[in-house]
């Protein structure tokens, strides 16, 4: 194996992990914000359901950030991102829609 072998190596894993966490971003935005949405039994649906979410809502990636590949932007909050999500169909709901 040749440095530059490792290089690549190393860039094709960044590609993916960059992906990887935009994935795990949206599905968690998304399935957070639902989790809200369907336990919350006054927006118009007949009952709350079970449902359970996360423990602990980040507040970004964390941990998980990468300087390069997933570098944590301090002015995106998943938190915020979640409810702007949820109130869309809260909202709608409450409308009839």
């Not at 994935?23 to 957070?32: G, N, Q």
Request: negative net charge.
């Amino acid at each position: 194996m040749k440095f530059e072998d490792l290089l690549d190596s190393h860039s094709a894993a960044g590609k993916r992990y960059t992906a990887a966490t935009i994935e795990l971003h949206d599905a968690f935005v998304e399935l957070a914000a639902l989790d809200e949405v369907l336990a919350n039994g006054n927006v118009g649906h007949a009952d709350a359901q079970n449902i359970r979410s996360f423990v602990n809502t980040p507040q970004n990636l964390g941990s998980f950030q990468h300087p390069k590949f997933a570098p944590i932007d301090p002015a995106i909050c998943w938190r915020d991102q979640i409810k702007s999500r949820r109130d869309e169909p809260i909202a709608a709901l409450a409308r009839g829609e």
